[in-house]
T-cell receptor, first 115, second 114 residues
């Protein structure tokens, strides 16, 4: 079946540090890949997505590139801010041309950024 | 922009009681998904509906049922509640765009079973 594996957390960084959160997946075909962010006490917000190999998703300074050869979708940001502190989930949606594909999530990575 | 609406936001129930969670998708979205997120866990898919028909089913207990109505809102009915049902329940909606459609999540309903 489909699965997503994220790097173990939590991750603690100082403000303006470089961030990488690793994500690898197992799926057949060509899944769509997503990063969602969950701030304390809130729901899941879509951060970025990529729907085919070599696509780069980007938003709010975050980037992730869909690497089919390594089945990875690592999240990066060049300079984190305190406001980026949250839980980050990598997720995939299986391909197949259907419009009702469930998301499979990784276990989440807690990011804490200190001033 | 309009977002997914879930009600109630918080719900406290006793064991063996029933609960009904409601989800109102983004206008023109005809697909609804339900997920359950336990404490410190990743969201787990429960069930989904497309055009008012069940389209997929995940690890949803037999004690739970759900449906999507003609106005596309959805309700998750939970009976014989157990302590382990305490979780954050998310609803997400999407508009079919083939391989590029994106699910937008509501704020969640936090269910506490005592």
């Amino acid at each position: 079946g489909n699965s997503v594996t994220q790097m173990e957390g939590p991750v603690t960084l100082s403000e303006e540090a470089f961030l990488t959160i690793n994500c690898t997946y197992t799926a057949t075909g060509y899944p769509s890949l997503f990063w969602y962010v969950q701030y304390p006490g809130e729901g899941l917000q879509l951060l970025l997505k990529a729907t085919k190999a070599d696509d780069k998703g980007s938003n709010k300074g975050f980037e992730a590139t869909y690497r089919k050869e390594t089945t990875s979708f690592h999240l990066e940001k060049g300079s984190v801010q305190v406001s980026d502190s949250a839980v980050y989930f990598c997720a995939l949606r299986a391909s197949g041309g259907t419009s009702y594909g469930k998301l499979t999530f990784g276990q989440g990575t807690i990011l804490t950024v200190h001033p | 922009a309009a977002g997914v609406i879930q009600s109630p936001r918080h719900l406290i129930k006793e064991k063996r009681e029933t609960a009904t969670l409601k989800c109102y998708p983004i206008p023109r979205h005809d697909t609804v998904y339900w997920y359950q997120q336990g404490p410190g866990q990743d969201p787990q898919f429960l069930i989904s509906f497309y055009e008012k028909m069940q389209s997929d089913k995940g690890s949803i207990p037999d004690r739970f049922s759900a449906q999507q109505f003609s106005d596309y809102h959805s309700e998750l009915n939970m009976s014989s509640l157990e302590l382990g049902d305490s979780a954050l329940y998310f609803c997400a909606s999407s508009f079919p765009q083939g391989n590029t459609d994106t699910q937008y999540f509501g704020p969640g309903t936090r269910l506490t079973v005592l």
